[in-house]
């Protein structure tokens, strides 16, 4: 990106193979393309490229580099920043509203081509550049399969943040809110005790 709008295939030793040029007429791109960030999808057979200042994410041949499908995330979500592959080999995408609303969004894409999944609020995010998944602590989400956390860091003129969520799911939400309704009840607050869809830590 940047200078360039396309995507470089090295063989495993480090010889250039081929370049793949963002797609611009065969899907009516008008913006310059800018391929922001990449993510390998090896049980599809698809290359998933956030192409950010166009405002789609587009899934590509990992064979032959056509274009399989897109993902036109800016009018609802923002521009796509950052793709990453989650849990149970689901793509995620970081969409920042950059010039509109400003939210900052996690938009996890369905199977299907052009479909979502589900989408997330990251508050407290101004800045939004790029993102990784780490397990989330055992202290928050208990024993069990391992909830997966969210970090994300960001690129602002001054005063860079980095902020940790964790991804909940509407059963935990309702359970969280009766044990602190319990807690209440009995005249004791616990503080460590989650609470929203993203808990920021």
Avoid at 33 to 59: F, I, K, T
Avoid at 71 to 94: D, Q, R
Wanted: proline share 6%; net charge negative; charged share 25%.
């Amino acid at each position: 990106g940047y200078c360039n709008s396309r995507i470089v295939v090295l063989s495993p030793r480090g010889e250039f193979v081929a370049a793949w040029e963002m797609p611009h007429s065969a899907i009516g791109v008008v913006p310059d393309a800018l391929p922001h960030s990449l993510a390998l999808d090896e049980c599809r057979n698809r290359m998933y490229v956030a192409d950010r200042e166009v405002g789609h994410l587009v899934a590509l041949d990992l064979k032959s580099g056509e274009v399989q499908g897109q993902w036109m995330l800016k009018e609802e979500y923002g521009l796509p920043y950052a793709v990453h592959m989650g849990p149970y080999g689901a793509p995620i995408v970081l969409a920042w509203d950059r010039d509109g609303s400003k939210d900052v969004k996690l938009v996890v894409l369905a199977d299907a081509i052009g479909d979502v999944a589900a989408s997330y609020d990251l508050p407290g995010v101004e800045y939004p550049h790029d993102f990784t998944l780490v397990p989330a602590p055992l202290e928050l989400t208990g024993a069990g399969e391992r909830v997966m956390a969210v970090v994300v860091v960001e690129t602002a003129p001054r005063g860079s943040k980095m902020k940790k969520f964790v991804l909940r799911s509407s059963q935990d939400k309702e359970e969280a809110a009766a044990a602190e309704l319990h807690n209440s009840s009995n005249g004791s607050q616990d503080d460590d005790l989650p609470a929203g869809l993203a808990a920021s830590h």
